[in-house]
């Protein structure tokens, strides 16, 4: 069976790499290249500012199109062994086509558990680089308006000592507004902060008029007001609109963080569930592809690759736009969060399931 395996690998692994650079270039021409266009004849932008561009959006790019390339891989793997009466020969031997599609749905986890980690460690990253480049180097926005929803993070030797959340950050009067501070100890909440602003002065941000809970694990065991109280930790007024970062351009533990400050601070954590769910029901999709697209590339007759390629297109289309209709749902608060991201791959598993049952029958 290794032989037959490295074989069936090999006719998967061509059609996968191929849809790897096809979908890719598709993307790219679609929307990125039209992008840079547009950043040189509105803005300027050099030629150097532009290869910027156009390399940091490979990444995000490449996270979406590898659940389409294992698709197009498994579909046209199994549709030229099915064409080819070689699915038959196999499975004459006594193997059952479960067994046959294995070696390809091994390689479609790892290549989905790859993903995570890629869209955990190099996709935040170059996120965070190409709104730099964007926003310094092409539109020159060097000072931002209002930001929304400010997180600041205390972290000391890999442990989260403070976190702070405002609700806005006003540039033209220096002041952060509606601030809820967290302290933490062995990553538990022993202390909570309110305060309706707090105002830059002598290079430090001073809280004013704010309530101090101290809590306890029955509840909140006293009850201080201040007038005056100091967030040594916080970024300058003119670090905030550049380290406050998008949900896409952070971790995991970024995103789980920010969670938290949301919650303390009572605002609609939604976003940010979806996004965290998001960083692994998006890659996982490569090795759902690959259980659907396996037994729906088995045909009883003799089939050319483009309708391989069609069909692959199809399911790509009506993935996304189911995909989209529910995270849109979820965002609305219409349906849970999680079921909301989820819920696209678990119809695909369901489906390729039956599928196989059905061939194997």
């Known amino acids: 069976m290794r032989l037959l395996d490295k074989y069936i690998l090999n006719e998967f692994l061509a059609p996968f790499l191929f849809g790897v650079a096809a979908f890719t270039a598709i993307f790219l021409g679609a929307d990125t290249l039209l992008k840079i266009a547009s950043y040189v004849t509105k803005y300027g932008a050099s030629s150097t500012s532009a290869l910027k561009i156009f390399i940091l959006a490979l990444p995000r790019i490449v996270v979406y199109t590898f659940p389409m390339a294992v698709l197009l891989g498994a579909l046209m793997c199994f549709s030229k062994l099915s064409g080819s009466s070689e699915l038959i020969v196999m499975r004459s031997s006594g193997q059952s086509f479960l067994r046959l599609a294995m070696p390809v749905f091994i390689v479609s986890l790892v290549i989905s558990l790859c993903a995570v980690a890629f869209n955990e460690y190099v996709v935040p990253w170059t996120n965070r680089e190409y709104d730099y480049v964007l926003n310094t180097e092409i539109k020159k926005n060097l000072n931002p308006g209002v930001t929304d929803h400010v997180v600041v993070r205390d972290v000391q030797h890999g442990k989260i000592l403070h976190l702070l959340y405002a609700r806005r950050y006003n540039p033209k009067t220096k002041q952060l ?86 919650q303390a601070a009572h605002a609609d954590t939604t976003p ?28 009883k007759q003799r089939s050319s690759s483009s309708i391989g390629f069609g069909i692959s297109v199809v399911i790509i289309f009506v993935y996304y736009a189911v995909m989209t209709f529910l995270e849109a749902l979820g965002k609305g608060h219409v349906m849970p969060a999680i079921p909301a991201v989820w819920l696209p791959n678990l119809i695909a598993l369901v489906c390729g399931c039956w599928l196989i049952h059905r061939v194997d029958k």
């Open 272 to 299: 940010l569930t979806m996004e965290i769910q998001r960083r692994f029901s998006l890659p996982m999709a490569s090795f759902v592809f690959a259980i659907a697209g396996a037994p729906l590339g088995v045909q």
């Open 177 to 262: 507004e509606n601030i809820t501070v967290q302290e933490f100890q062995n990553e538990e909440v022993i202390r909570v902060e309110n305060a309706p602003k707090a105002v830059w002065q002598n290079g430090m941000w001073i809280m004013e008029n704010g309530v101090i809970y101290d809590l306890t694990g029955d509840g909140v065991d006293r009850m201080i007001h201040f007038d005056h109280q100091e967030i040594p930790y916080a970024q300058s007024p003119d670090e905030i609109p550049k380290e406050n970062k998008n949900f896409d351009e952070m971790t995991i533990r970024e995103l789980t963080l920010t969670k938290k400050a949301y």
